[in-house]
């Protein structure tokens, strides 16, 4: 169990590390899924097992679909990765890593000055459940309207850019309007034949 | 725990070296992970339930700013032809 646990750990800060230097988006998008089921593998090893299946379902399966989504709408090419091969020189890290160590320090310096948790006990399900709808309810109900909000908003984002495409394209002197037919977006168009709007 | 302060260390360095806002958004799960990682282990430290509670509505908050950050970042795609979370910075309301 233990092993597991570390072996997990190490798979999971290597897999981070490859992610944060990595060019393309869609390799490193692959590296934060290896980064996030190594995450679930030490959460089976910590025995939550329910905790663990949740963070495959959940971050491995919905959030990064999410993320490939949007990569494939965005379509980037090579000059995207060239840029962020300029701008990632050696030098820029330096400030970063610096903050990054002094935060590590800290937090090992007050996890191995403390008590120390000791020897983790596995915590069923059940009781995971039962305090979750138990005395976390309120918490439940939050977290359903913070859930709805995100819903709304993204909808709303998404919504206005469809909205404002017509002048985009205008602007930015693009034609796709052979594409919009194609698309059947033009059958409400409205044209000579609308009814005059009352005065 | 040291895991969960490494993870984070990590997606904090990545949050301030990377300039693409997809990655910067990756980032930012990484930091979520890590801090859920963290109550997870504390509760299991203690035999305790609550941690892995904190964990689901970590998660819950992580999948709603995912979903607004990802529009957002298709929005000002639209917008700059770009990624670059700097090229935000020029922005007018």
Known sequence: ?199 | MLLAATLFALGLVGLLVRRDVVFMLMSLEVMLNAAGLAFVAAGGGWGQPDGQVMFLFVLSVAAAEVAVGLALVLRLYKRTLSLDADAASRLRG
């Open chain 1, 1 to 199: 169990m233990q092993a597991a646990f570390y072996l997990a750990g190490a798979v999971a800060v290597a897999s981070t590390v490859l992610m944060l230097t990595r060019l393309n988006v869609v390799h490193a998008l692959l590296f934060l899924v290896l980064s996030l089921i190594a995450v679930a593998v030490a959460f089976f090893a910590l025995g939550a097992p329910l905790v663990g299946a949740l963070e495959i379902i959940v971050y491995a399966g919905a959030i990064v679909v999410l993320f490939v989504f949007v990569v494939m709408m965005l379509n980037l090419g090579d000059e995207a990765s060239e840029q962020e091969r300029r701008w990632l020189a050696p030098g820029i890290w330096r400030l970063p890593l610096a903050l990054g160590a002094v935060l590590l320090a800290g937090a090992v310096a007050l996890v191995l000055g403390g008590s120390g948790a000791g020897v983790v006990q596995p915590v069923a399900p059940k009781e995971v459940a039962v305090s979750l709808f138990g005395p976390y309810a309120i918490g439940v109900e939050l977290a359903s309207m913070l859930l709805l909000a995100g819903l709304v908003g993204a909808y709303h984002l998404g919504w206005q850019r469809r909205a404002q495409r017509p002048e985009e394209e205008v602007r930015d002197g693009l034609d796709t309007g052979g594409a919009r037919v194609a698309a059947g977006r033009d059958t409400v168009r409205p044209g000579p034949r609308r009814p005059p709007r009352a005065a």
